[in-house]
């Protein structure tokens, strides 16, 4: 009897091999949850990351583009000196059209707020032009808007102009107010001026 | 006994053991947490291995806009010192759709248009900027160049003056061009007191005259390397000498468009062919209307010809897309003549390529694993062996254009 009580006193001595108690593996088992949950989250960031990266890459390089086709226009003078401006050419559509569009000709206050057309085109995810228009036709991922705005200090031969590269959705108040630039978009400006030879 | 047992029992209730309840619990709570846990691993696995493809897809992409766009936009600057001043456009075609160089040069083997392929040239900010002194004949070995004051000084002793060879270095690509169209690119090898020595295979295009113009020069040709059979797809740089080097790995698709000027070259008024150019809008001057450019008949070359009703000289190119906006040009005029110098010159080009006034560019990369690929088709140029799911990255395309300003000069 002795021996047996104090067999059981020792096992109850030992706190450190008691086990643990329910809200104990609760409380564990919480904070592993917790954790990974949290490491789950890295996963999710590092690919919104990347796509984001994609996305912003693909804006500005879009952007670029229309800059760059809006630059080869002619804008220049004629060899007797007098001003050339294309005011025609329609640079929403591939290939390029000679009339049907609206060139460098200055562009409607708005024009990087809402879709106007003749400043606006969309773009698949493959960068392909689809054509402009008030809404994007199907397949469409981007959307390009563009200002034409004359230098105030020298309306008749420098302009300015700018890009505006966005994904299709909602803009919200980003559409109101002064012209904006949210995260993954892109937004170029530059300038022309009519050079003689 | 009975009393006593109870007693331990109580004593001990820590080795109780559990109730079938809190088995239960405990079991489902494992459960759940471990399954959790499997679920998490199984798309994690697939994450990790992809995103770093994924980001290292969009590092090439971003490479091979960006190198090639550096290039495409300095295309046809030329010199800007001395007496031939002006952009390329105005001497011969800086852009042109096909390879041009000492190895596999495309025009020796009667190739005059790639859609894969882009050479460019210009003249990068330098100092080294002349004229050639003595008459070069087409398999001249060494030349030696004017002083002009743009030249680089050099100090020997006292004497204080400008290099003998206008900077001119070893191992730098130097460009020699006339005002008939003519030019060819080389390689100074070596360099003597007075004289460069000249790197080239074969031999030049033609004899140059003295007075004719040599500038350090940038020469660059693009073009797609394909192999299937090793699995090498690769945006390839050629530096027109003896030199490819690979740009960017994993590129499948690169083409390249170009868009024109809708109006043909014009001489401008007031600017006497005698005189200092720049003489023509675009396109190398013709001679004046008693001089011979061999084969064209007197007063014309590629670009120009003479008006049989009002003996003026007019452009012999045509006028595109009602004259307004940029025209594409096709693969048929780009490589139909007019030729110039002429059609029979090695260094030939079409003088439609004078017209290039933007290059549009398609690249498209794909992911280096191949087990991140599927089926070949519209997400895929080459197929994988993907599972699904997670592993599977689709091909990324991007188009670009490039409006190179030198070629925009009065645009």
């Known amino acids: 009897m002795a021996l047996a009580r104090s067999r059981f006193s020792n096992f109850s001595l030992s706190d450190s091999e008691a086990g643990f108690s329910l809200a104990e593996v609760m409380v564990a088992t919480g904070l592993l949850a917790t954790a990974l949950v949290a490491v789950a989250q890295l996963f999710a960031i590092s690919t919104s990351a990347n796509t984001s990266s994609r996305n912003t890459t693909f804006a500005t390089v879009l952007a670029e583009q229309k800059l760059e086709q809006l630059r080869a226009l002619t804008w220049g003078f004629d060899p007797l000196g007098l001003p050339v401006s294309d005011i025609t050419t329609n640079t929403a559509v591939t290939p390029e059209t000679p009339v049907g569009g609206t060139g460098l000709a200055p562009s409607p206050a708005k024009a990087l707020q809402e879709n106007t057309p003749g400043y606006v085109d969309y773009v698949d995810a493959w960068g392909n032009i689809l054509g402009g228009g008030q809404n994007s036709p199907d397949g469409g991922m981007y959307v390009r808007r563009w200002s034409i705005e004359p230098l105030p200090t020298n309306p008749n031969n420098t302009l300015i102009l700018q890009v505006l590269v966005a994904r299709i959705r909602d803009r919200g108040t980003a559409d109101l107010g002064n012209v904006a630039r949210l995260p993954d978009e892109a937004r170029l400006i530059t300038v022309k001026t009519r050079k003689s030879q | ?411």
């Open chain 2, 1 to 411: 006994m009975t009393a006593h047992s109870r007693t331990v029992r109580r004593r001990d209730s820590s080795e109780a053991g559990f109730t079938m309840i809190e088995m239960l619990i405990a079991v489902a709570i494992m459960m759940t947490v471990t399954g959790a846990v499997f679920a998490l691993m199984n798309p994690s696995q697939g994450i990790f291995q992809t995103q770093p493809e994924v980001s290292d897809m969009q590092q090439r992409l971003r490479v091979g806009v960006d190198s090639m766009a550096k290039d495409l936009v300095m295309a046809g600057a030329g010199t800007y010192a001395g007496s031939a001043a002006g952009a390329l456009y105005n001497f011969f075609a800086p852009v042109m759709p096909y390879r041009v160089g000492d190895v596999d040069d495309d025009p020796a083997k009667n190739v005059f248009y790639r859609a894969d392929a882009i050479t460019i040239l210009y003249v990068p900010p330098t100092p080294s900027q002349t004229t050639i002194r003595d008459a070069m004949p087409k398999t001249a070995e060494q030349l030696k160049v004017n002083e002009q004051s743009n030249c680089p000084r050099t100090k020997t002793g006292e004497i204080d003056q400008h290099d003998a060879l206008c900077g001119m270095k070893e191992g730098m690509r130097a460009l020699i061009f006339d005002n008939q169209g003519n030019w060819d690119a080389i390689t100074i090898t070596s360099v003597q007191d007075e004289a460069l020595h000249l790197g080239y295979d074969g031999e030049l295009s033609v004899s140059y005259a003295a007075g004719s113009n040599i500038t350090q020069v940038a020469t660059h040709t693009y073009y797609l390397k394909t192999d299937v059979a090793t699995k090498t797809f690769q945006l390839m740089h050629y530096d027109g000498y003896h030199t490819d080097l690979p740009v960017v790995d994993n590129v499948v698709s690169l083409q390249f468009q170009y868009f024109g000027d809708p109006l043909p070259p014009t001489l401008l008024p007031n600017k006497p062919l005698s005189g200092s150019g720049p003489w023509t809008t675009y396109g190398p001057k013709p001679p004046d209307l008693a001089t011979t450019f061999a084969p064209w008949p007197k007063g014309e070359n590629c670009a120009f010809m003479v008006d049989p009703v009002s003996g003026a000289q007019v452009s012999r190119l045509p006028v595109l897309g009602g004259g307004v906006g940029s025209v594409p040009l096709t693969e048929a005029m780009l490589k139909d003549g007019p030729w110039c110098p002429n059609a029979s010159a090695p260094d030939r080009f079409d003088a439609d390529l004078l017209r290039i006034r933007r290059v549009r560019v398609k690249l498209r990369v794909q992911v280096a694993q191949v087990a991140l690929r599927g089926p070949a088709g519209v997400l895929f140029t080459y197929g994988g062996t993907s599972t699904g799911g997670a592993r599977l990255v689709p091909d990324q395309e991007i188009r670009f254009d490039i409006t190179p300003r030198n070629m925009n000069l009065g645009r």
